[in-house]
């Protein structure tokens, strides 16, 4: 191991109990979005750049949503990196059912604990505190490393990843993208499926609760609605081969870490009914009922052919009509690209495991980098109750991935002096 | 010496442009429930009774939702009746779907008033306050006691309305007979009614992330599958009383029903029926729902009573161990009726045959009304008002005649229930 490596580790090492505090104080800072208020946490984020003297500056097109953005150059010329995390979290689950508060940030049994403890504050903690490591050692590392912690990814990002890439995207796009979302250790995201967020909204004329003959019920033609839209779950998919190659090799570990089934889901259509809602009082007949369905869409499938088939569905209900929310085609990097690399390198060398390259279930704002041909690698810890009651991250495992992040991002960098 | 009913009608046929002002000012008055404030509402009518010159009290347990009480006492021995009316309305939905000036615009356009309530129950209460005022005016040739309540909170259940007065102001409220005005169309007085049972049902499951649908059920998805299960409740066989079945035989009452609640209503009048009013489940679009919560609006007809619905309620909830429920309408509210050939029935037929031509028949009705506190408490209760077509929809309206119909209707009525023995009006 050079010496490079070896003082870094040496450095997180020494950081161990601050790192910890940094995670346990980021989940206390609490940033559920919505509302997407993460000053707060994105205060506890630069304050442990300010103490490290790294460079950064927030950037804030919605004075409530501050991303914040830094760079730093190498002594020598080489590719420019990029880390991406992000602030903001779900809202809590079921506050009721949690066993300590959402929010507490509690240290215990060797896990950090709370809402955003897993997704992602683990992950922009880690990537945080990777850039101001390398800080400290760039005179003695090539290349560019760029750091993008953002603040609305669980709202597809128009505050945070994407205004940073329409507004400053000779800063943030780079070369490479390092994403620290959680999944399993023992997994590289290349690739991840494409939401398509579809909102349908029913219209009747609606009428006193007593008189069910008088109208039809908005939410009676959505429940039978839900039911028929069941069928795009159906539709037939031709894997590319990188993908089919990467989800048939690393199917055990899929359904190992995501809980079987999850290597099936990657390859079909699913849908998600997420909000459904309807009626104004219980006394009357509904004349509106709103359903929005998350369809994540398999590579090879279009969300132009999907939006089409949805709508063939929906066209069967005089009194619905759709919009699309969000849609995106699913995108995918290479999966023996050099990050990939380094990242299965590391962590068997931190951690002993064998990382296998798979795609991802989950959308990560990764993909926006994708869409500009930009490589993108997501690796991070196991994601253990993400939205859900008592979300937590294991202490012990963070710091293995905190390290091959650490590794993976100086390596990188290094390359240009051996190229 | 002009026979009352004549002076009656010629008192409205003389007051016809102020009566839809008065009308068309209260409909203007804001009162959705919820949120359920009806004070201004409240004030709209006292406003009425002080220049008229009539005393009234204001019962407000709640201090947002005022009810008024008046009486009047002829000092004559005779039965005594109550009039009824709620000032609250159902709420008015989304702004932009109503024409004619909105929900509160009170517009009228080819003579119809046009506005959130004009129907249920805006219509009928004005009629009971012109009613009141009226007969007060010649409380000389009457027996007897009329008394007036306008109540806040018809809509949720009355609880701080007309079931607040019964439970704290019995003996000036319960009467001897209670005339309502709540739609019933110009074709049927209503005699009894269905009964609303009201369940929260709340389907709970672990939740997760949207994109994998393999780690936890759905709850949004059990609630499809709940609403088709319930469906069973609506197969339900009713055991009618004689005088309801006899009366629900009849082809003129199922025409009757038929003609003024839609096609269909008789049918409805003996079947349990199902409305999931509101559904609301899932927190974000990409998170697996781990809660939805449907609000569901049973209505039982005369004959199955609500133990029975909750022992099938709970063999549907069987299947679904995800799933819990609450109760939230009265718990001892039963469908309910009073006599089908009472006095005050056949009065309110004479009436509306004088006043419209259309001699109504007797029904059982779908919809709660506050009339169930009488019935419940043994005193008869019938109710005559509008068309019950538009209410609750958007562009809610009542015919300007209609109206002035269903005021005529209710005063010769009233005056004739508090003529003295042995005098017509």
Known sequence: MSDLRRRLLAMIDADRDALVDLLSRLVRARSPNPPGDTRAAAAVLAGWLEVRGAPYRVVACNPTMPNLIGSIEGARAGPHLVLNGHIDTFPPVAAERWTDDPFSGRILDDKVWGTGSSDMKQGTASLVAVYGWLHALKAEIGGRLTLTAVSDEETFGPNGARYLLEHHSSEVLGDCLLNAEPGAPTTVRFAEKAPLWIGIDIETVGAHGAYPHKSPSATRIAAALIEDLAAIEETDVELPPALARAIANGAPEIDRIHLAGAAANMGRVTLNIGTWNGGMLVNMLPGHSRIEADIRLPWGVSPTAMVAKVGKIVARYSHASMRVISSQAPEWSDPDHIMVD???RNAHEIAGLNVRPIPSLAGTDARLWRQRGVPAFTYGTTATNVAMPDEHTDINEWLGVVKTHALSALDYLSRGATK | MTPLADILLAAINDRRAELITLLQGFVRTPTANPPGETRRGAAYLEAFLRRCGLAYRVIAPMPDMPNLLATFDTQRPGPHLVLNGHIDVFPPGRDERWRHGGPWSGTIENGRLYGRGTADMKCGTIASFVTYALLHEHRDQLAGRLTLTAVSDEETGGKWGTGYLFENHR????????????????????????TPHWLIFRVKTRGAHGAYVHMSASANKIATRLMAALEDLTDIRPEMPQAVARNLADPAVRKALDDGLGEGAAGLVQKVSLNIGMIDGGLKTNMIPSECKLEADIRLPVGVTKQRIRAEVTRILKDFPEVSVEEISHPHDEANW???????????????????????????????????FWRQSGVPAYIYGCSPDLMGTYDEAVGVDEFLNVVRVHALAAAAFLAPEGKGI
């Open chain 2, 171 to 194: 003996d000036e409220v319960a009467g001897d007979c209670c005339l309502n005005g709540e739609p019933s169309s110009a074709h049927t007085v209503r005699y009894g009614e269905k």
């Open chain 1, 342 to 344: 380094l990242i299965r």
């Open chain 2, 338 to 372: 009073c006599d089908p050939e009472g006095h005050m029935l056949q009065l309110i037929q004479e009436a509306a045959h004088r006043v419209s031509g259309v001699r109504p028949v007797p029904v059982i009705t779908l919809a709660a009304t506050d009339a169930r």
